[in-house]
């Protein structure tokens, strides 16, 4: 199985600042059809988890351009520009390529100071 | 609109059996892999098990495989998950969501499933 290794688990930040999380995986996410099935959830306290970013740096619909997904292969992150209040909330990345299982990241919780 | 609203969690003794169903609305549920993903309280997400648009294909993860069943009614837009000998570790909200690993953007709001004496 595909192991996803986020870090770190816990990002306190200011508003404003921006905040970076990583998400790395076991082996290379590139499928044989040339996607890379990497996707970014958003899950704040006491709801479902929202996709932010499918296939690595594609923004879904509604989502605020603070928000960007980036990297290739093994490595990828999740950037957010400038920290919003509406932002805290635990951070997972999901790989879709290698499944059965799909495997998330153990999840990192953003918090503001 | 898109909704998937998830029913049948509850509480129920360690060994017992329970049913979640999860009705689709909004998209062509026909079309679409569906998933469903859990919870545990405090815990992270999983990926529990998956099946194929017309049903013809099924995956579990490993903790489930003997013991959950996944299968889907398209005339009724539905999805089910029959959860038999379960576990106190199979405590969590359940959720189901659209795409073969819960990767397709859409997600009900849960249900809780607690395995307790």
């Keep these: 199985d595909v192991v996803m290794t986020q870090s770190p688990l816990s990002l306190p930040v200011t508003l404003g600042q921006p905040a970076s999380i990583s998400c790395r995986s076991s082996q290379s996410l590139v499928h044989s059809d040339g996607n890379t099935y990497l996707n970014w959830f958003q899950q704040r306290p006491g709801q479902s988890p929202r996709r932010l970013i499918y296939k690595v740096s594609n923004r879904d619909s509604g989502v605020p351009d603070r928000f960007s997904g980036s990297g290739s292969g093994t490595d990828f992150t999740l950037k957010i520009s400038r920290v919003e209040a509406e932002d805290v909330g635990v951070y997972y990345c999901l790989q879709g390529t290698h499944w059965p299982p799909g495997t998330f990241g153990q999840g990192t919780k953003v918090e503001i100071k | ?117």
Excluded: H
């Design chain 2, 1 to 117: 609109e898109v909704q998937l609203v998830e029913s049948g969690g509850g509480l129920v003794q360690p060994g017992g059996s329970l049913r979640l169903s999860c009705a689709a609305s909004g998209f062509t549920f026909s079309t679409y892999w569906m998933s469903w993903v859990r919870q545990a309280p405090g815990k992270g997400l999983e990926w529990v098990a998956n099946i194929k648009q017309d049903g013809s294909e099924k995956y579990y993860v490993d903790s489930v495989k003997g013991r959950f069943t996944i299968s889907r009614d398209n005339a009724k837009n539905s999805l089910y998950l029959q959860m038999n000998s379960l576990r106190a570790e199979d405590t969590a909200v359940y959720y189901c969501a659209t795409g073969a690993v819960a990767g397709d953007g859409y997600w009900g709001q849960g249900t809780l499933v607690t395995v307790s004496s």
